[in-house]
């Protein structure tokens, strides 16, 4: 029986090769690849997931080195203070951290471009093609009038993770201690910075957020500052401005709060 995981061995010599880690260097030590079924590994086909190794943090600090690999054009207002004199910088750090050293899937289904009138489907470049999106059946029970990924509020977000993650923990795909959320905006940017530059080719942004010890969530609008370049990254502090900001979900380890 070939190895489960012998398709993630190309990405991790990717991730290596973008910050120049040698083959020496443990990426997740002392962790194992969710045990996934047979199943599970056919859905996640399905609707679009990859798994990834999200470097640790004695293999590859979020640090400046890092900041010049993955936001070359971030700018100066990414290290000044933002929300509670936090930076941008520092509030990825702090919500990156509990994801660094393990593994986690991100839906790679393409982003589109965003046009006024909420009427782009993921799954294509120009978003067109509502049936492309693996996500439409869900956004319809979750109430999204539109069917797209540009007409959301937290609520309706709320409906549709927990539709999807009630679903998928019942017919026994999700890895045990793994919850279904929205990417999180460091893991957006590594993962597409490295694997999927086609999402810095369309000029509309993503929903990301970190949740905080209180279980409220610093949200943010991620995505590209130009083709090859997803550096932007800016706090969202009202829901007024979510439906302009497109989503995708990613599969992360259940940890406790901050």
């Not at 990834?52 to 943090?57: G, K, N, Q, V």
């Not at 130009?226 to 550096?231: C, K």
Request: charged share 20%.
């Amino acid at each position: 029986m070939p190895d489960t995981y012998s398709w993630t061995r190309a990405r991790e010599a990717k991730l290596r090769a973008h910050f120049g880690l040698s083959e020496g260097v443990d990426l997740t030590p002392g962790m194992k690849e969710p045990d996934l079924s047979d199943s599970g590994r056919s859905a996640f086909e399905q609707y679009g997931f990859d798994w990834y190794a999200i470097p640790a943090e004695e293999a590859q600090p979020f640090d400046v080195a890092y900041l010049q690999r993955c936001y070359p054009s971030a700018g100066p207002t990414f290290l000044g203070p933002v929300r509670h004199g936090a930076s941008v910088y520092e509030s990825l750090l702090a919500g990156h951290r509990r994801h660094m050293g393990r593994f986690v899937a991100v839906e790679r289904t393409r982003k589109p471009g965003y046009l006024p009138g909420n009427q782009q489907f993921y799954g294509t470049l120009y978003g067109f093609q509502a049936a492309a999106d693996p996500l439409v059946i869900y956004m319809g029970r979750a109430g999204f009038t539109t069917r797209t990924r540009f007409d959301h509020n937290y609520e309706s977000l709320r409906k549709l993770i927990g539709l999807i993650q009630a679903d998928w923990s019942e017919a026994g795909w999700l890895p045990d201690g793994y919850r279904v959320s929205i990417c999180p905006p460091a893991v957006f940017n590594l993962v597409g910075s490295v694997f999927h530059l086609e999402w810095s080719e369309t000029a509309s942004l993503e929903l990301g957020f970190y949740a905080d010890s209180h279980g409220n969530a610093q949200c943010f609008a991620v995505g590209p500052n130009g083709p090859g370049d997803l550096s932007f990254v800016h706090e969202v502090e009202t829901e007024s401005e979510w439906p302009m900001l497109g989503f995708r979900l990613a599969l992360l380890p259940d940890l406790p709060r901050p």
